[in-house]
């Protein structure tokens, strides 16, 4: 069992820079992959970002690539996102997800509770 809690969403300008961290529970966080998603009002949920277990590797959406930074501290069992040069169309509630597999499907075995992030223009 894993259980995610995010922090780090709020209001930003347009051009500005946020950090979500996604602390995880459970002794297997290291082996599971993480991945993070967003969703806008009245919209279906995307993915942003994933960052495999094991080596490291990531996948990025091509509306965040060069923007947007995943990572993660397995000693602290923590998953950051930093976003940078937002935009209004980033605005959306960003979830953290973990699943043993390192995917870009919306499949995650377990699921954040969200945050809010407002860009303003």
């Known amino acids: 069992q894993v259980q995610l809690v995010e922090s780090g969403g709020g209001l930003v300008q347009a051009g500005g820079s946020l950090r979500f961290s996604c602390a995880a529970s459970?002794?297997?966080?290291?082996?599971?992959?993480m991945g993070w998603f967003r969703q806008a009002p009245g919209k279906e949920r995307e993915f942003v970002a994933a960052?495999?277990?094991?080596?490291?590797?990531?996948y990025y959406a091509d509306s965040v690539k060069g923007r947007f930074a995943i990572s993660r501290d397995n000693a602290k069992i923590t998953v950051y996102l930093q976003m940078n040069s937002l935009k209004p169309e980033d605005t959306a509630v960003y979830y953290c997800?973990?699943?043993?597999?390192?995917?870009?499907?919306?499949?995650?075995?377990?699921w954040g509770q969200g945050t809010q992030v407002t860009v303003s223009s």
């Open positions: 997800a973990a699943d043993p597999r390192f995917r870009r499907d919306s499949e995650y075995e377990y």
């Open positions: 459970g002794r297997t966080f290291s082996t599971y992959a």
């Open positions: 960052i495999s277990g094991r080596s490291g590797g990531t």
